[in-house]
């Protein structure tokens, strides 16, 4: 073989290689590229599920306290009528005066409620989290709340439609100016809630609820069936909001026995 043909293949050989070890290069390039879009896609994710985590741990330091007040209020008022004999009591014998408060402040417990799950959906959208582990249950047993009062095959005394719920919320609300570690909402007290009474467009949403109270109230014993599903859902959420027993006490929060 002769120094010319020696020199031709080693210069191919050289050729090849440097093809190859181009390509290589290219490959190695697109890989690394590759890994570059999948480690952002990865932070991306890492950082919308921290924001949304960040964003879950806000909501609850602002509307965990009234939330649970409320919760609490409803589920004691449930407890009350179930056991006691609250509106036996106070609305069909009881004077005037504890007869409506009967009336009012139950129409008043079950709207606050209300008002303060619209006023968390309104201002985190937190039904949007359902991703997010610490959020899970706690969107769970709202739902389970609402889907308890408006369930149809329950007797019809206390049946909220979803839409007459985010409704009876919705009125419930009331615009602040404070600092952002605060709601930049509330509900309305139990006085104005009375004195909004006097306006139809604000009572139309509690007429039949009234009717409910009057049933209950020459029924005892009756149509429980609701009240206390509603009750146990409602303790359910106040051990997840005070699961230290820090506001109220275990022996306060008891599941109606029946």
Not at 118 to 138: A, C, P, Y
Request: aromatic share 12%; with cysteine.
């Amino acid at each position: 073989m002769n120094a010319a043909v020696i020199v031709a293949i080693i210069s191919g050989l050289v050729a090849l290689a440097s093809a190859i070890l181009s390509l290589y290069g290219v490959w190695l390039q697109e890989r690394q590229k590759h890994r570059l879009i999948a480690l952002q896609h990865q932070l991306e994710q890492e950082r919308q599920k921290y924001n949304k985590e960040q964003l879950v741990r806000e909501l609850m330091s602002k509307y965990r306290e009234p939330l649970l007040r409320a919760a609490f209020d409803l589920q004691s008022r449930i407890y009350n009528i179930v056991e006691i004999c609250f509106l036996e009591n106070y609305y069909t014998e009881g004077t005037p005066l504890e007869k409506e408060y009967a009336c009012e402040n139950t129409l008043y417990v079950i709207a606050e409620y209300l008002g303060w799950v619209e006023i968390m959906r309104r201002e985190v959208q937190f039904l949007d989290l359902g991703d997010v582990s610490e959020n899970r249950k706690f969107v769970d047993l709202i739902d389970r709340i609402t889907q308890t009062f408006l369930e149809g095959r329950l007797e019809e005394i206390f049946r909220i439609f979803r839409g007459e719920q985010r409704a009876i919320g919705e009125i419930m609300m009331n615009s602040l100016s404070v600092n952002s570690n605060s709601p930049s909402r509330e509900c309305i007290g139990y006085a104005n809630f009375v004195y909004k009474q006097k306006d139809p467009n604000f009572s139309r949403w509690f007429d039949k609820l009234r009717q409910d109270i009057e049933i209950l109230a020459n029924n005892p014993g009756k149509y429980y069936q609701r009240l206390i599903k509603l009750q146990h859902a409602l303790v359910d959420l106040i051990d997840f909001l005070d699961p230290d027993y820090v506001r109220f006490p275990k022996k306060n929060r008891s599941k109606i026995n029946r």
